[in-house]
């Protein structure tokens, strides 16, 4: 399917793209400031270096990830995970 949306900078507010795909796209440097995600699925993404604020990740799950480098609120993961693992 071709795409309807031109490369370029582009900026849209209070929008429903419910159902969408996105395949093959660079967001890198882009900004989502109040957007529902709720029920998405992401496979094969770069996160590299990008920051969450006021997210909610209840529900959520992350499998086959690489945590290396990543903090929640301020605590490396894989301290967290070598803390969870370690005998009592």
Do not use: W
């Not at 709720?38 to 086959?64: K, M, P, Q």
Request: charged share 25%; proline share 1%.
């Amino acid at each position: 399917m071709a795409s309807t949306i031109a490369d370029g900078k582009h900026a849209t507010r209070g929008v429903r793209l419910t159902g969408s795909t996105f395949e093959d796209v660079c967001l890198g440097d882009a900004r989502f400031d109040d957007v529902n995600l709720a029920g998405a699925s992401f496979r094969n993404i770069n996160l590299t270096g990008v920051r969450f604020d006021d997210v909610n990740l209840s529900g959520a799950e992350i499998t086959d990830a690489n945590l290396s480098g990543m903090k929640i609120n301020g605590v490396l993961v894989t301290d967290l995970f070598a803390a969870y693992r370690r005998p009592e």
